[in-house]
Structure formats: C-alpha cells, structure tokens
C-alpha cells in the first residue's frame, strides 16, 4: 500500500517529536516546533549525541524540496492537533481546512481587483488559517503578519510558515495592547470568544462592557478596524449568536459608524462538535472616502462541502451577489 506524502511527513515529525519529549521530558508540541525547525534548516541542534545521530539518521531519509508545501503544512498541522489532543486548552483550538478554504474563496473574490494584499490576523494561533489560504491563493498574499500571545502556539506558527515557506510576520503579544503594523489590505481571524480579563486595557475601546469584563471578540473586531486600511475587508470567525449577545446592541451601532456590514455566511453545522460551537463568517469592509453599504447584505448558509453540486450553487450566488453589489 502506497503512503502519501502527507503520511510520510506526519511519521516522520511525529516520531522525532516522540523521541525529543522523552529524552529532554517537554510536551509533544514544543518538541514538534522544534523538530520541524530541525527538518527545515538541515541542523539538529541536539545536546544529547546518541539523540543527535539518530534524528540525523531519520531527516537523512526525507528532503524537504521533494514534498510540496501545502503537504507539508498539512503533515505538520496534524502532528500539531494529534498533540492538541494530547493536553487540550481551550485557546489550544485549530481552525480546520475546510473552513480556511471557505475564508480563502471570499477573500480572493472581495479582493478581485488586487493582485497581491497584506494581511493581518491578530489571533494567529497555530498559523494554520493564513498559512492555508496563503497556499490557496498561491502568491496573491505578498506578506501576512499575526499576533498571538501563547509562546507555544507561536512558535508552532513559526515552524509551520517555515516548512510552507510562506513570509509572515510574527509578533509575541496581547493582540489588544497597541500594535506596532502598518495598517493591512485585509483581516482574517477566529476570534477568541469570551470574556476579557484586562479592564484597564479594555476601558481604551469604544466596545468596552459599561460594567463588568468586555467581551474579547468585540475588542478584537474594533482592533481589527483600526488596523486595516479604509475600504479593507475584514473576514471573522464568529458564533451564530454574535448579533442575539446581552452587548449586541453596542456592538451593532458601532459597526454602523465604523463600517458597512456585507455579508455574514453561516457555516455548515458537520464542521462542528455541536450547536453551540457552530460559527459563521462575518465579512466587514472598513468605512473610507469611496466606501458605501451594499444594496442587500449577503446573507446565506454554506451547505455541507462534501455535496459538490450544492456548493457550486452556493458560489453562482455569492458571484451574483458581487455583480449586483460591488
């Protein structure tokens, strides 16, 4: 039986991760960022000698130029969620292919008349939604930057834009304390949900709760806004009952000052655990000079992505949207 390259990379950073964890006693994923950086420099920087020789032995047998860089993303992020499994936290969470397919397939369409964006996320995460979509649009995204607080997540990033060869920024830090970037083209993020424990921090932002901690996903989209240049798309992750919240109010008369809401695309229920895990994207463009609302806001429920026919309808309508719209 035939292993394919996917299968073939998978073995090979799950089993030097499993031998690195043991000798030098870390979890399986900060061994996994490192054996990955391992592969990719051709340099095991290892104190252990008899550990050295065999790793050397293993990457020996597998040359990173002779597998494609979306296998080895995929390869790499299933070695990432198999160790998610393993201790999970809550912020330890993946956004999934299909979904960062969906998101791909919007940007590269609201974006149409650009040939090559910045992007920012500013909840990166393991990377594995801009590293996606940067393999899917295939050099339309010149340079993408994400934040992310975790040193664990972000050094998994890290890795995983080696191995894709992809060029991205990386900054270690709350996404909510100023952030030195230059505005982006676009935002794409799955937004952390909850509250925010930072009051001081909050209490700077328009959304802040009026009493009590401020919902995180609010914050993040009215960081989000200030970060993007004027007439820029913004594609979120959200929960279906982002708009039915106790602050949902606060939250809408804002985005009417601030920008023009386009659609917002409820994501098949079989992509998650349960209902209330289900989410939906939000697409905003940011307010500017030449910006106005569109005629009917696109509101529409993705079908399961394993029914071709119904998915090929989904996208005739957004594309007719868009002529009607834009």
Same mark, same amino acid.
């Given at each position: 039986?035939s292993?394919?390259p &996917?299968e073939?990379i998978?073995?090979l950073l799950?089993?030097t991760?499993?031998?690195m964890?043991e000798?030098?006693?870390?979890s399986?994923?900060?061994? +996994?960022a490192?054996?990955?950086?391992?592969w990719?420099t051709?340099n095991?920087e290892?104190t252990?000698p008899?550990l050295k020789k065999?790793?050397?032995?293993?990457y020996?047998?597998?040359?990173l130029e002779s597998?494609s860089?979306?296998?080895?993303?995929?390869a790499?992020q299933l070695?990432?969620?198999?160790?998610?499994?393993?201790?999970?936290q809550?912020n330890?969470?993946m956004?999934?292919?299909?979904?960062?397919?969906?998101?791909?397939?919007?940007?590269?369409?609201?974006?149409?008349?650009?040939e090559?964006?910045?992007?920012?996320?500013?909840?990166?995460?393991?990377?594995n939604?801009v590293?996606?979509m940067?393999?899917?649009l295939?050099?339309k995204?010149? &340079?993408?930057?994400?934040?992310e607080?975790?040193?664990v997540?972000i050094?998994?990033?890290y890795?995983?834009?080696?191995l894709?060869q992809q060029p991205?920024?990386?900054?270690t830090?709350?996404?909510?304390?100023p952030?030195?970037i230059?505005p982006?083209d676009?935002?794409v993020?799955?937004?952390? &949900?909850?509250?925010?424990?930072?009051?001081d921090?909050?209490?700077d932002y328009?959304?802040?709760?009026k009493e009590g901690?401020?919902?995180a996903?609010?914050?993040?989209?009215?960081?989000s +806004?200030k970060h993007?240049k004027?007439g820029g798309?913004?594609?979120?992750?959200v929960?279906?009952g982002l708009?039915?919240?106790?602050?949902s109010?606060?939250?809408?008369e804002?985005?009417k000052?601030?920008?023009?809401?386009?659609g917002?695309?409820? +994501?098949?229920?079989? +992509?998650f655990k349960?209902?209330q895990?289900?989410k939906?994207?939000?697409?905003?463009?940011k307010?500017?000079?030449?910006?106005k609302p569109?005629?009917?806001v696109?509101?529409?429920?993705m079908?399961?992505?394993?029914?071709?026919?119904?998915?090929?309808q989904?996208m005739?309508?957004?594309?007719?949207?868009?002529k009607?719209?834009?």
């Open positions: 039986m292993i394919s &996917v073939s998978f073995t799950n089993e991760a499993q031998q964890q000798v030098h006693s870390i399986y994923l900060e061994a +996994l490192e054996s990955g950086e391992h990719f051709n095991v290892e252990d008899k065999k790793l050397e032995e293993q020996a047998k597998y040359s597998f860089q979306d296998d080895r993303r995929k790499f070695a990432v969620l198999k160790g998610m499994k393993e201790h999970t809550p330890h969470q956004t999934p292919d299909s979904i960062a397919m969906v998101i791909g397939y919007l940007l590269e369409k609201f974006t149409e008349g650009q090559k964006i910045t992007l920012l996320d500013p909840a990166l995460g393991t990377g939604l590293l996606s940067m393999n899917q295939n050099g995204i010149e &340079v993408a930057h994400g934040v607080i975790d040193e997540l050094r998994l990033a890795t995983g834009a080696n894709s991205i920024h990386l900054y830090q709350d996404s909510l304390e952030l030195f230059d982006a676009s935002v993020s799955d937004l952390p &949900v909850g509250y925010y424990p930072n009051d921090r909050a209490a328009k959304l802040k709760a901690h401020s919902y996903h609010h914050l993040f989209i009215e960081q +806004l993007v004027d798309y913004l594609f979120f992750l929960p279906n708009f039915e919240s106790p602050l109010g606060q939250l809408h804002f985005l000052e601030e920008a023009h809401i386009q917002l695309i409820k +994501l098949p229920q079989s +992509l349960n209902e895990s289900a939906s994207v939000l697409i905003l463009q307010q500017g000079e030449h910006t569109p005629k009917q696109l509101l529409a429920e079908p399961k992505l394993s029914n071709g026919p119904a998915v090929q989904m005739t309508k957004i594309q007719q949207w868009m009607e719209n834009k």
